[in-house]
């Protein structure tokens, strides 16, 4: 009887939680009184489901722990079996939860044990919460069972996924567009989301504001926001940003590129925008100063781009000039820049750099071309010196660079005729040869060797470049000597550079750079300078980033001795270690960087010793605020302290706060900016800044600026700080485009597959169609307009379609695009009458869909008696078949189906493939006699 018992028991255990058994349980709860549970356990019990068939559940013992991982629960053994018989413990997991170990153990009477240990493993998708993980099954003779539950308590996992649309984002300037995206919950809990837009300036939301969305874990939601396109807007890329936030945290953020063009099809409003302004100011003296001033930005062409500016007026006063910068004029000479995408024309002021070698940053009044296509490129500058009013004279200057692929090699070469004036006039004339190979590890090695002629001499120079770019990886090693030196357009006469830039890991990058460099000039008989810095940077979680930066700078410079008793050196050495801290949430930022170091000044007359003073140099700066479409206000502060000689202690401090283009409220789209600064300087000078402005707009295009500042930079003859007032009238329009030769069309949907535009079939809007260089956009109803060579086909960038539809090739008017689909045509190779089923390898055979104008597709076999065509456009297709390089030959048998493709849903066929005609014989020549009973049967394959 005890050993049928402790059967009996042991069933029970390792049925409790999966299912019930009644009769088992009212047996065991008749055999066992209750009284043998203390009342102590008696009074925490909670029925269970093991209570209610029979057992006792005790209190629950309570672990935390992730998904994913093992957790070692101690679990206590109950007082009333702490003495006794032997106990058998049984542990039954709940759900997924696993045991690892053995699930039964043995506790022997008089052992003394009073804990168990059990490890159990946490499902990888266990949802966040308290939950019952298993049951410990304590089962000894003369007791009930007692089960102790065991719930983790699995901690929290936040990860959501947002993943932009496939397809390509394109707009037309004052239409809308629809971005869509994804949402993902890869946690193990239930998240309520709010997606936040981040939109270019002039952008707006055309739908209202979607609530929050509740996603449950393992759950995707589809999401789309339709955008108002400015019609100003300018072409090209323009960024969308998408932040999902639940409460104060960020959860996700991308961000999506839309292509914005300005096609011939919207009309006048793709043109450049004319801005005309007459600005007047007082400065700080009092009298008036005026500036005209004639800007033109925009489309001038399908393809090219126009930029310029032009400005005249009279200026008297520092004041006026920064009056007038804040107003949005500038005073400059007329300049004029044409961009097309593989040409760009410079007129008036204009400047390049041709190489290292042949000369840099040459400026001046002129003209610039450069020329690019796939293989070559053309560079050239012909133009005069800029004046000044120390030296009027202006000199010719004029430079050819030439670029052309050979091979894995790019070879190039410039001439170059560089010269101005000034108070130190440089003058260059060269003539270089230089090519770029690609080297080991991914980089790239440029080399340059140039005959060097400038004022007071000649040389040849030469210059080595390891350049190595990958993602946010780069490196750039750089060797150059340049006779010469900056009083010949180059950087230094002697130049060697080093700079890293790696991500380690997704939140830590570390940069570097030493350099070093020497240089001679008319003015200084040696100048050198060499440096480093090392800079660390982790981001903390989001936005948030941390940077340490160390640095070290040194210059030395030898004046020549340009008049007697003139002459001597000076130097200057600067080292720091600081810490930045850098973050932003949404619309806020916040950045801080403190900086401990010092310097040492050095200064050694002609003829006496060398006078050096070191002192320490620390400073922090912050700044903080708020942007986005509504403006800018931002907080500033910087704290500098040096030491003098003596100890004392000097301290210079800025405190200030700013607003720029801000909208004001209630006041139908005025925006105001302003500035409030206060300097408190070395030596107890106090100085500061007051400015305010408002940005008025008009009507029919036109709109009023005003500004009024005080600032203690400024004074009058008399000594005193004035206020200097501005104002700017201007008037933006924007006109039609200068139209060049194009195609028009529609892109529609080709419905019955005939390629032929037929009532009832839609546009397509958003495609984008090319010609060459050259691309428009379709309008809303499929209308499109392209420029360009009119003897190229035009067609439809696939990209821009959505998923499903495909082009239907190239034409010159109207588009068709069709639904495609996957059709699946099953092969069935018939058996022989009377003979046993052919099997026969069809890997090697061929199946052609033909369309009606003869196009024809091919399938691929998918299976072993399966061919697919992956992609096939609405229509109807007639299907061919070669099998002859099948193993036996096979005929299809007639009539074959016509495939019929009607929409996205996968068509599926069967074709039935019959073996030759077999004739038998028995050897006697008499073709279709019978065998005879002692004659061999033999087949024969026909050729009929």
Same mark, same amino acid.
């Not at 691309?775 to 499109?784: I, M, R, T």
């Not at 007639?894 to 069967?910: A, E, M, R």
């Given at each position: 009887m005890m050993r049928r018992a402790t059967v009996l028991r042991w069933a029970f255990a390792l049925a409790a939680g999966v299912c019930a058994l009644p009769p088992l349980a009212k047996a065991q709860s008749s055999a066992f009184p209750k009284s043998a549970v203390p009342a102590s356990d008696l009074a925490n019990t909670v029925p269970s489901d093991s209570a209610r068939d029979g057992g006792t559940t005790l209190p629950s013992v309570t672990v935390s722990g992730a998904p994913r991982s093992y957790q070692v629960i101690t679990v206590p053994v109950p007082d009333a079996l702490a003495s006794g018989t032997d106990v058998d413990v049984v542990i039954v997991p709940h759900g997924d939860f696993v045991i690892l170990g053995a699930r039964s153990r043995k506790l022997p009477a008089g052992a003394g044990q009073r804990k168990i240990a059990v490890t159990i493993g946490i499902p990888a998708g266990a949802l966040a919460g308290r939950l019952m993980a298993a049951e410990a099954h304590f089962i000894s003779t003369g007791s009930p069972t007692l089960v102790v539950p065991i719930e983790i308590n699995v901690s929290l996992v936040r990860n959501i996924v947002l993943t932009p649309g496939k397809a390509r984002l394109s707009a037309q300037a004052g239409s809308d567009v629809i971005v869509p995206f994804e949402i993902a919950n890869f946690g193990n809990a239930m998240e309520r989301i709010d997606a936040k837009l981040f939109l270019p300036e002039g952008w707006s939301v055309r739908e209202v504001k979607q609530g929050a969305v509740t996603i449950s874990p393992g759950e995707t939601s589809k999401r789309r926001v339709r955008l108002k396109v400015p019609t100003l807007s300018s072409t090209g890329s323009s960024f969308v940003g998408v932040t999902l936030v639940s409460g104060a945290d960020t959860l996700a953020s991308e961000t999506m590129t839309v292509e914005v063009f300005n096609s011939n099809s919207i009309g006048g409003q793709s043109g450049p925008l004319i801005t005309t302004a007459y600005s007047r100011a007082l400065d700080e003296n009092g009298n008036v100063n005026q500036l005209m001033t004639l800007t033109a930005n925009g489309a001038l062409y399908d393809s090219v781009r126009i930029d310029a500016h032009a400005a005249g007026g009279t200026l008297l006063g520092a004041a006026a000039s920064n009056s007038f910068a804040h107003l949005g004029s500038y005073q400059s000479s007329a300049s004029l820049i044409l961009t097309a995408p593989s040409t760009q024309l410079s007129v008036g002021n204009t400047g390049t750099s041709f190489s290292d070698l042949t000369g840099l940053y040459s400026y001046g009044q002129g003209a610039l071309i450069h020329a690019q296509r796939s293989d070559w490129s053309v560079l050239a500058l012909g133009a005069y010196s800029l004046p000044s009013s120390t030296a009027p004279d202006r000199k010719p200057m004029f430079g050819l660079r030439a670029e052309h692929q050979v091979g894995i090699a790019q070879i190039s070469s410039s001439i170059s005729h560089l010269a101005d004036a000034g108070p130190s006039p440089r003058q260059l004339d060269a003539a270089g040869i230089g090519a770029a190979l690609p080297s080991p590890f991914g980089t790239t090695f440029k080399a340059e060797v140039a005959e060097r002629r400038f004022d007071g001499g000649s040389g040849l120079g030469w210059s080595s470049q390891l350049v190595r770019m990958s993602g946010e990886n780069s490196t750039e090693l750089r060797a150059t000597h340049a006779p010469g030196g900056s009083d010949a357009f180059a950087r230094a006469t002697n130049e060697l550079v080093a700079n890293v830039s790696e991500r380690l890991t997704h939140r830590a990058s570390v940069s570097a750079s030493a350099w070093s460099t020497t240089d001679a000039t008319s003015v200084f008989s040696g100048l050198k300078s060499n440096g480093f810095s090392l800079r660390p940077q982790y981001a903390i979680y989001g936005a948030t980033t941390v940077a340490l930066e160390a640095r070290s700078y040194s210059f030395d410079a030898n004046s020549r001795q340009l008049a007697p008793g003139s002459g001597g050196a000076f130097g200057n050495r600067e080292q720091q270690l600081g810490v930045n801290l850098s973050t932003y949430l949404h619309q806020y930022f916040f950045n801080s960087t403190a900086y401990l170091g010092n310097v040492t000044r050095t200064v050694t007359p002609l003829g006496l010793a060398t006078i050096s003073d070191r002192t320490p140099r620390n400073y922090w700066t912050a700044n903080a605020g708020w942007s986005g479409p509504g403006g800018l206000v931002e907080l500033q502060t910087r704290i500098e302290q040096t030491r003098d000689r003596a100890g004392f202690v000097n301290q210079q401090s800025l405190f200030g706060v700013r607003a720029d283009q801000v909208v004001l409220p209630m006041l139908s789209g005025i925006r105001g900016e302003g500035e409030v600064q206060r300097v408190s300087g070395f030596g107890g000078e106090k100085s500061a800044i007051i400015r305010a402005g408002l940005a008025i707009p008009l009507i029919d295009g036109f709109s009023v600026k005003i500004d009024a500042e005080r600032n203690s930079i400024f004074h009058s003859i008399g000594g005193s700080v004035p206020w200097v007032f501005g104002f700017r009238l201007e008037h933006a329009i924007t006109v039609p485009m200068v139209r060049m030769p194009g195609t028009s069309g529609y892109v529609f949907e080709d419905l019955n597959?005939?390629?032929?535009?037929? +009532?009832? %079939?839609?546009?397509?809007?958003?495609?984008?169609?090319? *010609?060459?260089?050259? =691309?428009?956009?379709? +309008? %809303? =109803?499929? @209308?499109?307009? $392209?420029g360009g060579d009119s003897r190229q086909a035009v067609v439809i960038d696939e990209a821009s379609l959505a998923d499903g539809w495909t082009a239907n090739g190239s034409a010159r008017g109207d588009l068709s695009v069709t639904l495609t689909t996957s059709a699946a045509i099953e092969l069935r190779v018939a058996a022989r009458s009377g003979i046993a089923d052919v099997q026969i390898d069809l890997a090697k055979a061929h199946v052609i869909a033909r369309d009606s104008a003869g196009r024809e597709w091919g399938a691929m076999m998918s299976g072993p008696t399966t061919a697919t065509f992956q992609s096939l456009p609405v229509g109807n297709y007639t299907l061919?078949?070669?099998?002859? %390089?099948?193993?036996?030959?096979? $005929?299809? *048998?007639?009539? $074959?189906?016509?495939? /019929?493709? =009607?929409? @996205?849903?996968? @068509? =599926?066929?069967? $074709?039935?493939?019959?073996? *030759?005609? /077999? *004739?038998?014989?028995?050897?006697?020549?008499k073709s279709g006699s019978a065998p005879k009973s002692d004659a061999p049967v033999t087949t024969k394959k026909s050729g009929s």
């Open positions: 597959g005939n390629q032929r535009r037929d +009532d009832g %079939e839609p546009g397509v809007a958003g495609a984008i169609v090319r *010609r060459g260089s050259e =691309s428009a956009v379709a +309008d %809303e =109803s499929g @209308k499109y307009r $392209v061919d078949f070669d099998l002859s %390089e099948l193993s036996e030959p096979l $005929v299809p *048998r007639t009539p $074959v189906p016509l495939l /019929i493709v =009607s929409g @996205k849903d996968s @068509k =599926s066929i069967t $074709v039935t493939l019959d073996p *030759r005609p /077999i *004739r038998m014989w028995n050897g006697s020549g």
